[in-house]
């Protein structure tokens, strides 16, 4: 008889952003007529930028002739895109990144969930909770997260992050292998400044562990003392995978492009005491798994780093965070307590009068027809507290701010 991988049954049934969206279609097939505003899922509204139109066009036309076709790529990316990567996102901070420690990818979902591939199941897993729930949810897959218990999954040593550490995780007291780390961070919106992240490279390096660094919303950073990239910290090339997505920097969400970065330090001992490089184990599994992200998705990417891609995509983002100031003032006046929307496009909110993450979730839906993500579904850590992202539109986030002001 074939058997089954039962790791899968012991996760929730769905995803979580699966059963929101089914919770909100129940809602809308009862009510049709009723305008629902969705602050849940951090999906993008700016349509994409005409730079990167253009590159796409310009890719699609190549595709037409017999001489500039493209089949199969080159199985990291295309060097073009690796070269403006390289250049803007880590020569500019000071960064030397080799095109060899550099894959391009679908998007950071994708190798944030994957990259456990090249791990044993016997690592301790760390994160920080509330967490983005596929660093769970893959290594519940792969039989690495234990059971689940009251506490959590019994393999996993979660930090808390709440309002008594000020959302700032501490470091495990317990040896870990592989830390997830999320910053700016997905959900609260919180960030770690320069020295806090230091401190998790030291523990890193002084422990042996890999830190999965995911700097997803990057783009969104304002303040100063906040890193961009975990190498800007001395140390991290020994320690740390950096993912990076076009997702919610560029409105990629549909078009799905990002990049991951493993450097060349990064050696793990096999038991037959071969050193052996991650990159390459990496290289492998791609090259098995997966075969690249289109040349038409990677000219469009090339396209963010022109000057007027450049523009335009600074000009998403400052809506985007536009919209996070309008919501912050507006939930700080109405009495709640707000953390993020500062250096990223998500904004944590605690649900007032001790009411649950879900139970704050179905009154905001059924009474003032909000969609927010419960923070429960993020981890232990996230009971009590909501999100909303503030990736809608300008028109939308003033209506919907308008709408709790009155209500609350
Ligand atoms: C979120 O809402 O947390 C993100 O949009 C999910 C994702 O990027 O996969």
Redesign the pocket.
């Known amino acids: 008889m074939t058997k089954l991988n039962e790791n899968f049954l012991k996760l929730q049934a769905n995803y979580l ?1 699966i059963d929101i969206a089914n919770k909100v279609k129940a809602f809308t097939s009862n009510h049709p007529n009723i305008d629902i505003i969705r602050m ?4 993008v509204t700016r349509p994409l930028p005409p730079a990167v139109v253009e590159g796409m066009k310009n890719a699609a036309d190549e595709m037409k002739e017999e001489k500039t076709f493209r089949g199969y790529g080159p199985e990291q990316g295309y060097p073009f895109l690796q070269e403006a990567i390289i250049k803007n996102d880590y020569l500019s901070r000071n960064i030397n990144i080799l095109p060899e420690e550099l894959f391009i990818n679908d ?3 994708s190798d944030t969930g994957n990259i456990g591939d090249i791990f044993s199941i016997d690592n301790t897993i760390c994160v920080t909770d509330p967490i ?1 729930p ?1 660093y769970i949810d893959s290594n519940v897959m792969c039989g690495r997260a234990g059971n689940l218990t009251p506490n959590g999954w019994s393999n996993i040593v979660y930090v808390p992050c709440n309002s008594e550490n000020h959302f700032v995780p501490e470091l495990p007291h317990q040896h870990v292998d592989i830390i997830y780390l999320c910053y700016p961070n ?2 609260t919106g919180t960030v770690l400044t320069r020295s806090q992240l230091n401190e998790w490279v030291k523990y890193a390096l002084d422990n042996g562990s890999i830190i999965l660094y995911d700097s ?1 919303y990057e783009a969104f950073i304002c303040e100063d003392d906040v890193p961009h990239s975990i190498y800007e910290i001395e140390g991290a090339r020994h320690c740390a995978i950096e993912f990076r ?1 076009f ?2 920097t560029a409105g990629f ?1 549909g078009v799905r492009c990002g990049y991951t970065v493993i450097p060349n330090e990064l050696v793990l001992q096999s038991s037959d005491n071969q050193s052996i490089r991650l990159n390459r184990l990496w290289a492998r599994r791609q090259g098995t798994k997966y075969n690249g992200t289109s040349y038409i998705t990677q000219r469009a990417a090339e396209a963010i780093y022109s000057p007027q891609g450049q523009q335009e995509i600074k000009a998403n983002i400052d809506y985007y965070m536009r919209n996070a100031e309008i919501m912050r003032n507006s939930l700080i006046k109405c009495g709640l307590e707000v953390i993020g929307g500062v250096n990223a496009p ?1 904004i944590w909110v605690k649900t007032p009068d001790g009411m649950s993450s879900w139970e704050f979730f179905d009154r905001l839906l059924q009474e003032v027809h909000i969609v927010c ?1 419960p923070g429960v579904g993020f981890g232990p850590s996230g009971e009590g507290y909501i ?1 909303f ?1 503030a990736f809608g539109t300008r028109e939308q986030s003033i209506e919907a701010m308008y709408r709790i002001s009155t209500w609350i």
């Open positions: 952003f849940g899922i951090g999906d998007g950071a979902k983005y596929v997905n959900p997803a997505s997702s919610k969400t998500y993500t999100r992202t």
